[in-house]
């Protein structure tokens, strides 16, 4: 049974886990593949990631760097729900739930919480600070994993808006990436009394097959759309598995730490710094939540009631070069109340940490413009 008890949470991962973690790096099976096509996830990028994680890398520290921020535990919907909680300085501050996506976690916005929470110390405003709220999702992290069914994006924002209420906050905005940014305007949608706008890095709206939607395509469009394109063609392969038999990729997942490094490498990429791959990484082995977090494809993909009507939300999308950020025609056509739409030419896929001053200015942009 739910109850409102929020309590106080530290990682504290018990070294056997550590201990564990190396004896099965040190036994690894290498895969090989011959020179030629691109296969996947290449074994040389791989390896040196392997070794960064041998000899380099230092979990505690980063265990350390995640516990100097306020973390809790409550239970919504009968499943325990991790979450950072860190209130600004400034007791005017405006709420924000923070959204991330596959195969991130809050790892994703740890470089953006104190530009957000304390603008004073980095250039900005007193009028621009957030206290941010950013939860695991369920079967993501120290919020798995999860053991009932049906956790698809709805059900996640149904759960957004309980923890919202419960931490007390009347009027509050959302910020999602990858899953995030379906979620939140979903949230949007079911808890449109309190949440004020909603602003993502991508909005996921595509074309309907009718030749009429690809007249008179921008360049911009155009480029979006073939990127798009190629990623269907080489890059979609997790989506397909994970909304089908996410249990059976659960069990590499869950059991080879080799194995779920190079199934989240495909979309991490060689462009992301080591440690933050590593961390992200950490954040699903430690926990035991590979497979529960491939789960989430499957209960989207199997939804029996999806939303039909358009969002009405006030929402600002911030597109950043080198991601499938959207096409702004067949956006408008899902969301019917977008306010903002800049686009950068870098920061990638996951820009709070690729371009943390670009994206907290965009959002402080963004909010400003709703008027919180």
């Known amino acids: 049974m739910d109850h409102d008890v929020i309590s106080p949470f530290r990682i504290d991962i018990p070294q056997r886990d550590l201990d564990d973690l190396r004896a099965r790096l040190e036994r690894t099976r290498w895969s090989e593949a011959p020179k030629g096509p691109d296969y996947g996830v290449p074994v040389a990028y791989v390896r040196r990631l392997v070794d960064r994680w041998l000899d380099g890398y230092d979990w505690r520290a980063c265990e350390a760097w995640l516990n100097q921020h306020a973390q809790f535990t409550t239970t919504i919907d009968g499943q325990q729900i991790h979450f950072l909680h860190v209130r600004s300085p400034h007791a005017r501050a405006f709420p924000l739930i923070m959204t991330h996506g596959w195969p991130g976690s809050i790892v994703e916005f740890l470089d953006v919480i104190g530009p957000l929470t304390n603008p004073e110390a980095h250039g900005g405003r007193p009028s621009e600070a957030f206290h941010v709220v950013i939860p695991s999702m369920p079967g993501y992290g120290f919020s798995g994993p999860t053991r009932a069914a049906g956790w698809d994006n709805p059900r996640i924002a149904r759960a957004w808006a309980v923890l919202m209420a419960r931490l007390g906050y009347d009027r509050y905005g959302a910020v999602g990436n990858d899953a995030g940014s379906m979620i939140s305007p979903e949230l949007g949608r079911i808890d449109s009394d309190h949440v004020v706008g909603v602003h993502v890095t991508q909005l996921f709206s595509f074309p309907t097959g009718d030749p009429a939607e690809m007249k008179d395509l921008s360049s911009d469009e155009q480029s979006q759309l073939q990127t798009l394109q190629w990623f269907y063609e080489n890059k979609f392969s997790f989506n397909t598995v994970m909304s089908q038999q996410p249990q059976t990729i659960g069990y590499a997942l869950d059991d080879s730490p080799v194995g779920l490094l190079a199934w989240q490498a495909q979309l ?61 025609r067949f956006a408008d056509r899902d969301h019917k109340n977008i306010i903002q739409w800049n686009t950068y030419d870098h920061g990638g896929h996951f820009a709070a940490h690729k371009a943390p001053d670009l994206y907290v200015s965009d959002v402080r942009a963004f909010f400003r413009s709703v008027g919180w």
């Open 268 to 328: 991490l990429g060689e462009e992301l710094d080591s440690d933050f791959v590593l961390t992200n990484v950490m954040m699903y082995w430690l926990t035991r939540t590979g497979a529960s977090a491939a789960r989430l494809y499957y209960e989207n993909a199997h939804a029996p009631h999806r939303p039909s009507a358009p969002t009405t939300i006030p929402i600002g999308l911030a597109g950043f070069g080198g991601d499938f950020y959207g096409i702004r």
